[in-house]
């Protein structure tokens, strides 16, 4: 069964940092572009971080310098390193995965995890 599958969410005070894990099963991220996004309250759904299958990154202007990721193939896993948060970054973070290469966000996406709440508030 192909599902993705996020964890780590949570409630933390400004400035502090929580890491996001996606785990994969029914296929290998390996040969997956990979991306990482939210959904605030009343807002659209944005691209906050996305790898190509290639390792090439965008980052949202938003969350650069904040947050970064990473994979661990043996764990078939992706992770959103999320630091110096902010408020404004309170939201379901989602992950997703979609075939092939290309820069960005902007693409169909195969796969959807089912979200995990982040919520930044002192």
């Known amino acids: 069964q192909v599902q993705l599958v996020e964890s780590g969410g949570g409630l933390v005070q400004p400035g502090g940092s929580l890491r996001l894990s996606c785990a994969a099963s029914?296929?290998?991220?390996?040969?997956?572009?990979i991306g990482w996004f939210r959904q605030a309250p009343g807002k659209e759904r944005e691209g906050v971080l996305c790898?190509?299958?290639?390792?090439?990154?965008y980052y949202a202007d938003s969350v650069k310098g904040r947050f970064t990721i990473s994979r661990d193939s043996a764990r078939n896993t992706v992770y959103l390193q999320m630091d110096s948060l902010k408020p404004e970054d309170t939201a379901v973070y989602y992950c997703?995965?979609?075939?092939?290469?290309?820069?960005?966000?902007?693409?169909?996406?195969?796969?959807w995890g089912q979200g995990t709440q982040v919520t930044v508030s002192s």
């Open positions: 790898m190509s299958v290639r390792g090439i990154i």
């Open positions: 029914g296929f290998s991220l390996d040969y997956y572009s």
């Open positions: 997703a995965a979609r075939r092939g290469s290309g820069y960005g966000c902007s693409y169909e996406y195969d796969y």
